[in-house]
């Protein structure tokens, strides 16, 4: 605990946070908007480097587990009218029970393996949903008969603080006896068995909490758009922003995630002005960062600091 | 019991252990025990089974049959994390600490408990971690990240680390790899601690020079099997594993007629060194080849020969020179030095396995004109006739001295003006052998090539040599001709 | 008859997976690299190829010429400006290469998606078939041009068969595949070779886009499920096997094309998905795979 208190970057983020969260009076709705969803993003981003940066799994699918987040709460909301924050948990549930069937066979698999099936996962779920599209919208999505607000300030607060909440749970899990533990088996599974660490209950556990994050960050999307579709939380392209978000922000540091998200989004509203070619122009120039600085944003800043 | 002595009891025993890997058996049978305060060094050159063993012991590794009983529980084949922590604790050769923890949480990373709820570590941990630090000598750079660290500090943390969980047994990987001297004694006097604690200890070795100070017995492995067990000096003496290393009786067997050892050589090296990310492989080894001449480069396994060869050859970053006729080899890549005339043919052979004998070669002679080619593939096949007969056949499906003659058939084909050779006779059966030296001596009879021999087998290298460089821990110790070898440095070496 | 078409339909997809693959799994076995820009590649040979042809009203064969040669365009700057970089970065630890070429490869995938729309829109097009007409075959009515395809696709096969194992400059490619540093040992640069293998890879990826856009048709948004496609064939044939690739291809092909035909063919993909996801668990390193 006395090493999160010591974490510099963690006192740099309150600032922050503080500047965002006083966000609604200084921000047109238009912008506040695209923050929301670039705080959802946020969340993925962070649980895929746990994954990824901790644990050392490469998650092709990220959307698997948002996409089970997403549809198990607006199904349940759909079709029991639940209250929200059941949805939600239920979501989170579904997320977590539909990445413990894929990961327990897939722990043992390594690098592009796994990444494969969990890419296969996104696949195959996505059509099922399309399949049943009576019972789930299809393509088309579903709409959920509840929403968070319909104020976009109270919105953008909402997605602001779940997010701050999630990050800082997030980076006390990345910074506890479980996160070294897991950055041990990460680096080297053998070495960490040796040292008496049942590698695979760790990974299992990695993958347990980044399904719960996905899952519940995918359900609260769903009540802050009024849907859920395939287009907005499975699609492999969400996915591939994810894990670009994360990369380009700084991977192993979690909070890297949460700033390439917010990063990448903002860059693609502003670009948006170049019309289709935004997304061209945003991708090339993640492409740069991560050929020139690989350590992402947050390395950037590191070295800096460092130089100075 | 059988193991009812009056001393103490067995912590470990061992018996009957066996691993196939494929086809390929790497240990043969197997066993050794070992009492709490008992140093065993368990040595075997490269590809003895000792590593496999080890792993075996440690769970890294499956053992297809035999038992590994530690206080009474036969742990054969359970996963690693159960078997450490029902009490073995493994030393990694190579470190890999984690980059951004400091050296006292990666102490503290091994005395967490396998448990998924403490998020917050026990206080009192870091009292013990602190603890460990000072026994290993690492309580002066507690708060300094690993990366900052001398190599020696970086294998202290994997000591510290396998100590946390207060082991049974200790198993140490090459415990003197890429040490100073000082740093040696530094690390027998802590392995000495881990006697005096009541713990055993394996220690994992090339040869038995470098623990003999330390063990209390050694057992020595060659192709899988057990061939020498007893005191180190026992073993030392023991023929087969005199064998087994320097090939036998020392003898030498100079060419009279050459050697211009006037002109200009046609390979310097100069004060070449080598490091692993910390560890020194190499330190300021500085030697020459001149033209025509058959230079060996003898010592144990593990003492640089390799690393020397593929710094020469460009695989490795290195500082210091090669000049190569006349003119530094510096900037060049790998295949331009192969192509301008060194070529090597590697311990590990390298050979394209699923790629057919003469394919092999083809491969070989790819940048010689098609009649150069076809003459040298003609030449080949007549120094070694078994690769005539093979020609169709996937180079994987040869015996292993097939295969090393493929190998080195392989590197003529280029037409080398130096041929390195890197212990052509590991894992070779002694007739194998004779075959083999038969071969490079009408090599060198009929071609005059240029040779540089890598070998920890003196024997075999001696008859072969006009000139001797003895590599010891990454240094040259000794250079002279053959026939004084055996008086200056035959009782030294191994 | 179904059964006939079944039988025709699925040996021409799957001849057209194969061609895909086999670039694919060529360029992981020779130089280790995970392509996941791999769809976008054979979408520029497409969509260039089809453009080419209403610009400069060029017949079939010189449009699709045009087509290859982007797609060979496109792997190399791939190579020269997306992959070497990372390679030869000093500041990406060795352990970490893969990923970082898997991210780089991705995002270079969704450059050219973007880009090829912006260009091109993403409307589907199929580009002119190289024969018309229709044979009967056994009273099954089959375009000539789907014949066609199925044939070209074992020429090029064949071909790349011949290139490979039949000629000096192919033996140093599956050398490579097995052990790139006895090849270094033996004066061969590695650069050279890794060169060859992305221009081999590059036609052999422009010309199975291009026959996919003249058979199936394709658009800029198909790029990303090409390599999904082209990712799954591979391991299910196991990485680095040719021959794996192909048989993989066949397996998925034919499984698809039942599913269409007699199941529904909104189904078409998912049984050859399971089936990949349960080898990927129970034979990890595929049909043909070493490992």
Redesign the interface.
């Known amino acids: 605990m006395k090493t999160i208190l010591r974490s510099r970057l963690l006192w740099l983020m309150l600032p922050a946070l503080v500047i965002a969260a006083v966000g609604p009076w200084w921000l047109s709705a238009y912008y506040l908007g695209v923050l929301t969803m670039a705080y959802y993003f946020g969340v993925f981003a962070m649980s895929w480097d746990l994954l990824f940066g901790y644990a050392g799994m490469v998650n092709f699918g990220p959307t698997f587990l948002i996409g089970l987040g997403a549809y198990g709460a607006a199904l349940l909301d759909t079709y029991a009218g639940a209250p929200i924050v059941v949805c939600l948990i239920f979501g989170g549930l579904m997320s977590i029970i539909g990445g413990i069937l894929l990961a327990l066979p897939a722990l043992k698999l390594r690098g592009a393996y796994f990444g494969l099936v969990t890419l296969v996962a996104v696949l195959l779920l996505r059509y099922f949903i399309v399949i049943f599209s009576g019972f789930t919208g299809g393509e088309i999505g579903m709409m959920v008969p509840d929403i968070l607000s319909i104020d976009t300030a109270t919105n953008y607060e909402y997605a602001l603080w779940f997010m701050a909440a999630s990050a800082l749970i997030l980076v006390i899990i990345s910074r506890s006896s479980l996160g070294l533990i897991l950055e041990a088996t990460g680096q080297d599974p053998i070495a960490a068995a040796a040292l008496g660490f049942n590698v695979a209950k760790h990974r299992l556990a990695a993958f347990c909490i980044s399904a719960l994050f996905s899952g519940l960050a995918g359900g609260m999307m769903v009540f802050y758009s009024g849907t859920a579709s395939v287009g907005t939380v499975i699609d492999i392209s969400i996915g591939v922003q994810i894990i670009i978000a994360a990369v380009v922000g700084g991977r192993r540091t979690i909070l890297g995630a949460m700033i390439g998200s917010i990063v990448i989004l903002l860059a693609d509203e502003l670009l948006r002005p170049l019309g289709q070619l935004n997304i061209f122009v945003v991708s090339g120039i993640c492409l740069a960062v991560i050929i020139v600085f690989p350590g992402g944003l947050l390395g950037l800043m590191h070295r800096q600091r460092e130089g100075a | 019991m059988e193991g009812s002595h009056v001393m103490a009891k067995n912590v470990l025993e061992v018996e009957h252990l066996q691993k196939r890997f494929g086809g390929l058996v790497a240990v043969k049978d197997i066993g050794f025990t070992l009492k709490a305060g008992e140093i065993l060094g368990l040595i075997g050159p490269n590809g003895s089974g000792k590593s496999t063993v080890m792993k075996m012991v440690m769970g890294i590794e499956k053992p297809n049959a035999g038992r590994v009983v530690l206080d009474g529980t036969d742990i054969a084949g359970w996963p690693t994390a159960k078997i450490a922590h029902q009490g073995i604790g493994l030393v990694f050769q190579h470190s890999r600490p984690l980059h951004r923890q400091t050296v006292l949480e990666n102490i503290k990373l091994a005395l967490l408990p396998d448990s998924l709820l403490r998020l917050v570590a026990d206080p009192s941990h870091d009292e013990r971690a602190r603890a460990i630090a000072d026994r290993v000598g690492l309580g002066g750079v507690l708060d300094r990240l690993p990366s900052t660290l001398p190599f020696a500090d970086l294998r202290r943390i994997e000591m510290a680390k396998a100590l946390a969980r207060e082991p049974k047994v200790v198993l140490v990987d090459e415990p003197f790899a890429g040490l100073t001297p000082r740093e040696v004694a530094d690390f027998s006097a802590l392995i000495h601690g881990f006697r005096e604690e009541g713990r055993a200890v394996l220690l994992v070795d090339h040869n038995v020079k470098s623990v003999a100070a330390l063990v209390d017995r050694a057992l020595a492995m060659y192709l899988g099997e057990e061939i020498a067990s007893g005191t180190a000096e026992e073993v030392t003496r023991n023929e087969t594993v005199r064998k087994v290393y320097m090939g036998g009786e020392i003898a030498a067997h100079p060419r009279p007629d050459l050697v211009q050892t006037s002109g200009s050589p046609l390979m310097q090296v100069k004060d070449l060194s080598v490091r692993y990310g910390k560890a020194q492989a190499l330190e300021g080894v500085t030697l020459d080849v001149r033209e025509g001449e058959f230079v060996s480069v003898v010592g144990l396994n593990g003492a640089g020969k390799s690393t020397l060869f593929n710094a020469i050859s460009g695989l490795l970053p290195k500082s210091g020179e090669v000049v190569w006729d006349g003119a530094p080899t510096t900037g060049r890549s790998v295949a331009q030095i192969a192509r301008g005339g060194i070529v090597q043919c590697p311990e590990t052979r390298e050979l394209f396995g699923y790629m057919s004998v003469r394919e092999n070669l083809d491969l070989g002679g790819a940048h010689l004109e098609e009649a150069e080619r076809t003459a040298q593939l003609e030449s080949l096949l007549e120094l070694f006739p078994r690769l005539r007969d093979r020609a169709k056949q996937a180079a994987n499906t040869l015996s292993g001295g097939e295969q090393q003659m493929l190998a080195i058939a392989r590197a003529l084909m280029m037409k080398p003006r130096l041929l390195i050779l890197d212990e052509p006779t590991l894992g070779l059966a002694p007739v194998i052998l004779d075959q083999l030296s038969q071969a490079l001596h009408r090599l060198r009879d009929t071609t005059g090539i240029t040779v540089l021999l890598g070998e920890q087998n003196v024997t075999f290298a001696l008859p072969h040599s006009d000139r001797i460089y003895v590599l010891q821990h990454g240094h040259i110790v000794w250079e002279g001709k053959p026939d004084a070898f055996g008086a200056e440095m035959g009782d030294q070496y191994l | 008859m179904t059964a006939i078409q079944i039988l025709i339909d699925g040996f021409v997809i799957s001849a057209l997976y194969g061609l895909g693959a086999i670039g694919f799994t060529l360029i992981f076995g020779v130089t280790g690299v995970?392509n996941l820009a791999h769809g976008g590649i054979m979408v520029i040979a497409a969509l260039v190829g089809w453009d080419a042809a209403n610009r400069f009203s060029l017949d079939p064969y010189g449009a699709a010429a045009l087509g290859v040669l982007a797609g060979l365009i496109a792997a190399y700057v791939t190579y020269f400006v997306?992959i070497r970089?990372?390679q030869r970065?000093k500041?990406?630890p060795a352990d970490?290469t893969?990923?970082?070429i898997?991210?780089?490869t991705?995002?270079?995938g969704?450059?050219i998606q973007?880009?090829m729309?912006?260009l091109f829109s993403d409307n589907p097009v199929t580009m002119r078939p190289l024969l018309p007409g229709v044979v009967h075959i056994l009273g099954d009515r089959t375009p000539v041009n789907e014949l066609m395809i199925g044939v070209l696709c074992w020429v090029v096969i064949g071909l790349l068969w011949l290139v490979v194992y039949r000629t000096?400059f192919g033996?140093?490619l599956?050398?490579a595949s097995?052990?790139p540093?006895?090849?270094?040992?033996?004066?061969?640069?590695?650069s050279n070779i890794h060169l060859f293998s992305w221009t081999i890879y590059g036609i052999l990826t422009g010309v199975a886009g291009v026959l996919l856009a003249s058979f199936l048709g394709v658009s800029s948004a198909s790029a990303?499920g090409l390599t999904?496609s082209a990712?799954?064939i591979v391991?299910l044939g196991g990485?680095g096997s040719v021959w794996g690739s192909l048989i993989a291809a066949y397996v998925v092909g034919y499984m698809e094309t039942i599913t269409a035909y007699v199941i529904s063919p909104?189904?078409r993909?998912?049984p050859a998905?399971?089936v990949?996801?349960l080898v990927?668990?129970l034979r990890?390193q595929g049909i043909l795979g070493r490992r």
């Open positions: 995970l997306v970089p990372i970065s500041r990406i970490e893969e990923i970082f898997l991210t780089a991705l995002l270079w969704v450059m973007e880009g729309a912006y000096r033996k140093p599956l050398a097995e052990n540093r006895a090849l270094g040992l033996l004066g061969f640069e590695m990303g999904a990712f799954s391991v990485l909104q189904l993909p998912i998905l399971i990949l996801v990927v668990y990890p």
